[in-house]
């Protein structure tokens, strides 16, 4: 096992795990979570100037995995960060590479993502208008999480000839953008919002990058099995906690880990119903119980209903009514 996968697991199960049921009742997940996670050198995860010993990408998967289940509510706003990093680091924006790259690698800086509004099929949420010296962006993102706890909200909006206008803006409400938190029945605690975006505007100087929407989504099927492991790691808790047996759970993460692009929504269907599962037999070993607020068992079977929705696709959803459909 790498050491960082080591570190990792420490982290989840001395520090997460224990606080978990008190954070699934907050507000707001602990800064001192995502500090720890800083400054063990998590944030950095996806940076060139990472020191973690991650040694490739089911790696990086077994990292995010760790986090989730340990508690999904900070390793929902954790993942949401490193979107930026890759987006500063690929830049051709120098001036804000030599901004943010550092401070994103060690978290000091930390982003969350406004994406799903600009790039879902249809008409934009958020659409983009090119203006003097940058872009007016207007619209509504629907899901945009950490909002509070990040420092920088990488986003997305599209233009009327579908191309995507990426910049890092401040995660602030202001005049142009105001937010309203959602009520959600796990995973509360990570502070997610809808955003309105009335006639921001966004300076060239913040653009990391303008691309094709078709381009943009030949990327897609890395970050849905990216996501993925959110559901591995709510399994993979409730098959330790029930003493279940972790066969399948490794199937399922080799299967998500291994999946060609046309097998991920498959993989995710199938690690989504496998925490679904999992859970749900924890509630039962776990009895009356259970049911109770402070337990786990009740907890994750919420998060593991979340994340059937959560990042879905079309494929995933048809896989999964596919598998759940009486
Ligand atoms: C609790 C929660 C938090 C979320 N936080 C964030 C966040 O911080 N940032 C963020 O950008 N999104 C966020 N999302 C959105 C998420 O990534 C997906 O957009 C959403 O889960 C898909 O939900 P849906 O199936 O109901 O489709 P809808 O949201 O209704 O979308 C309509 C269609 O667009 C497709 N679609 C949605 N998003 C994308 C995408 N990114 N690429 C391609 N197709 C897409 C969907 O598959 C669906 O077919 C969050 C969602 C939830 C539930």
């Known amino acids: 096992m790498?050491?960082?996968?080591?570190?990792?697991?420490?982290?989840?199960?001395?520090?997460?795990?224990?606080?978990?049921?008190?954070?699934?009742?907050?507000?707001?997940?602990?800064?001192?979570?995502?500090?720890?996670?800083?400054?063990?050198?998590?944030?950095?995860?996806?940076?060139?100037?990472?020191?973690?010993?991650?040694?490739?990408?089911?790696?990086?998967q077994r990292i995010v995995e760790t986090?989730?289940?340990?508690?999904?509510?900070?390793?929902?706003?954790?993942?949401?960060?490193?979107?930026?990093?890759?987006?500063?680091?690929?830049?051709g924006n120098e001036t804000l590479r030599s901004k943010y790259l550092s401070g994103l690698t060690t978290g000091t800086v930390r982003a969350g993502l406004a994406a799903g509004a600009a790039v879902r099929p249809g008409p934009p949420l958020l659409r983009?208008?090119?203006?003097?010296?940058?872009?007016?962006?207007?619209?509504?993102?629907?899901?945009?999480?950490?909002?509070?706890?990040?420092?920088?909200?990488?986003?997305?909006?599209?233009?009327?000839?579908?191309?995507?206008?990426?910049?890092?803006?401040?995660?602030?409400?202001?005049a142009e953008i105001t937010t309203t938190p959602v009520e959600m029945v796990a995973a509360q605690a990570s502070r997610t919002v809808t955003m309105q975006v009335e006639r921001l505007f966004v300076p060239r100087d913040?653009?990391?990058?303008?691309?094709?929407?078709?381009?943009?989504?030949?990327?897609?099927?890395?970050?849905l099995r990216f996501s993925g492991s959110l559901a591995l790691g709510v399994?993979?808790?409730?098959?330790?906690?029930?003493?279940l047996d972790p066969a399948e759970l490794d199937a399922a993460r080799d299967g998500l880990h291994h999946a060609s692009h046309d097998e991920i929504p498959r993989a995710r269907a199938v690690a989504a119903e496998l925490a679904l599962r999992s859970a749900a037999a924890l509630v039962v070993h776990d009895g009356s119980r259970a049911v109770l607020t402070h337990e786990h068992g009740q907890r994750l079977l919420r998060e593991a209903g979340f994340l059937l929705v959560f990042g879905s696709r079309p494929a995933i959803k048809a896989a999964l009514l596919d598998r759940l459909s009486p």
């Open 206 to 223: 913040l653009v990391t990058s303008t691309m094709p929407l078709a381009e943009h989504r030949k990327g897609d099927p890395e970050s």
């Open 67 to 91: 986090f989730a289940g340990g508690c999904l509510a900070t390793a929902f706003v954790w993942m949401q960060h490193h979107g930026a990093v890759i987006a500063v680091t690929e830049s």
């Open 235 to 243: 399994a993979g808790r409730a098959t330790g906690l029930a003493d």
């Open 2 to 60: 790498s050491e960082a996968l080591a570190a990792a697991r420490r982290i989840a199960d001395e520090v997460l795990f224990p606080a978990a049921p008190a954070v699934d009742a907050a507000d707001e997940v602990p800064r001192s979570h995502l500090d720890l996670l800083a400054e063990q050198g998590f944030y950095g995860l996806a940076s060139p100037e990472s020191t973690l010993d991650v040694p490739d990408y089911p790696a990086v």
């Open 128 to 174: 983009a208008t090119p203006a003097d010296g940058g872009w007016i962006f207007d619209g509504t993102a629907p899901w945009v999480t950490g909002w509070g706890l990040v420092d920088l909200l990488h986003i997305a909006a599209r233009t009327d000839d579908d191309t995507l206008v990426w910049a890092l803006i401040d995660a602030v409400d202001r």
